[in-house]
């Protein structure tokens, strides 16, 4: 039986497209297949591991005070300015009292004339202990109670004219003082800021992840924003038992980190960054942490294999190896 033309045709059709789809994945398969690649391979070495946190914060005194007034009014004085040095109950600004003095004065006549009062009174019936009448009892007490009144609202207006007054309640450096005479003041304001500079420190804000790594004596390396090339050590001297967050939603923990040396111009907040040291190993055999996958290292030594190792602490690029290798070995790098 003679097979239609078509149908030759439609079958050598198929073979051609067959044979070209097999070309094709034979080419694709010879350009995509993985070329061998040359092994590069390094010496473990040894070297100073270390460990440490990292966080951000800023530099401060020992103390802050921000000094306000108990009261509003109108600032009669500023003793202070910015960068001044103060002592311990120095006087530092005050308001103007002209009418808290008049009330002392008032509230001062106002218990005179109680007195007199309270003492007439007392005395008409100092022979009547025994007989007092009700009302004779009544006067008296009212007496008592006005006399009584009136030394405490001496007292208030005493009060009120000594909060009128700004003391220091330490040493240290006017870090503000922005206020001028004649300009009314509200209990918010800050009228100065005192700063004791006697010891400095940086307050760093550490992750709530890595405080577990942190603890008191800790050694730490900070740089400040204003200079790039000087490099402060400290201690880490408080942790501060409470969490925050911050403006990017994180949950951090204040550290205190007490300087060695100091900045030659102290500036009350400058910003910076601290290297909290939580572990060091000295001498230590490494590698870096790229080579380690799985805690296994890649050796050649005669020929490639794979070495379990037992790690210690890292870096920020390298890793202690404490079992595993040996010096001078060639890793995968």
């Known amino acids: 039986m003679k097979i239609p033309r078509i149908?030759?045709?439609?079958?050598?059709?198929?073979?051609?497209?067959?044979?070209?789809?097999?070309?094709?994945?034979?080419?694709?398969?010879f350009f995509t297949r993985p070329q061998n690649q040359t092994l590069q391979f390094a010496q473990v070495k040894r070297q100073d591991i270390v460990s440490a946190v990292s966080s951000s914060g800023t530099l401060t005194g020992k103390n802050v005070v921000n000094l306000k007034f108990k009261s509003a009014g109108k600032l009669a004085y500023l003793n202070v300015k910015q960068g001044d040095q103060v002592y311990a109950y120095q006087t530092i600004a005050?308001?103007?009292?002209?009418?808290?003095?008049?009330e002392l004065q008032q509230a001062?006549?106002?218990?005179?004339?109680?007195?007199?009062?309270?003492?007439?009174?007392?005395?008409?019936?100092?022979?009547?202990?025994?007989?007092?009448?009700?009302?004779?009892?009544?006067?008296?007490?009212?007496?008592?109670v006005a006399r009584d009144n009136a030394f405490d609202e001496v007292k208030a207006a005493q009060k009120a004219l000594d909060d009128a007054?700004?003391?220091s309640p330490i040493s240290g450096i006017v870090t503000r003082a922005e206020f001028m005479p004649g300009q009314n003041v509200s209990v918010s304001d800050i009228i100065a800021q005192i700063v004791d500079t006697s010891s400095i420190y940086f307050d760093a804000d550490v992750d709530e992840a890595d405080i577990g790594k942190i603890s008191l004596g800790q050694k730490a390396k900070v740089t400040l924003d204003a200079y790039p090339d000087?490099?402060?050590?400290?201690?880490?001297?408080?942790?501060?038992?409470?969490?925050?967050?911050?403006?990017?939603?994180?949950?951090?923990v204040t550290v205190r980190i007490k300087l060695a040396r100091v900045?030659?111009?102290?500036?009350?907040?400058?910003?910076?960054?601290?290297?909290?040291?939580?572990?060091?190993?000295?001498?230590?055999?490494?590698?870096?942490?790229?080579?380690?996958?799985?805690?296994?290292?890649?050796?050649?030594?005669?020929?490639?294999?794979?070495?379990?190792?037992?790690?210690?602490?890292?870096?920020?690029?390298?890793?202690?190896?404490?079992?595993?290798?040996?010096?001078?070995?060639?890793?995968?790098?």
Do not use: C, W
């Open 7 to 29: 149908l030759k045709l439609n079958k050598k059709r198929i073979i051609i497209l067959v044979a070209i789809a097999v070309m094709v994945i034979l080419g694709f398969n």
């Open 94 to 102: 005050g308001l103007d009292s002209k009418l808290l003095e008049i």
């Open 108 to 144: 001062q006549n106002t218990l005179r004339d109680k007195l007199a009062t309270a003492e007439k009174v007392e005395d008409d019936v100092k022979d009547h202990s025994k007989d007092e009448t009700f009302r004779q009892k009544m006067d008296r007490t009212t007496a008592q």
């Open 165 to 167: 007054l700004i003391f």
């Open 230 to 252: 000087q490099e402060f050590e400290g201690v880490l001297n408080q942790i501060i038992p409470l969490t925050k967050t911050t403006s990017s939603g994180a949950t951090v």
């Open 263 to 333: 900045p030659d111009n102290f500036v009350q907040g400058l910003s910076g960054q601290a290297l909290i040291i939580t572990s060091r190993a000295e001498n230590a055999l490494s590698v870096p942490l790229e080579a380690l996958k799985d805690n296994s290292v890649v050796l050649q030594d005669g020929q490639t294999r794979a070495v379990k190792v037992t790690v210690g602490i890292q870096s920020d690029t390298d890793v202690e190896i404490k079992e595993g290798l040996k010096e001078e070995e060639e890793y995968n790098s």
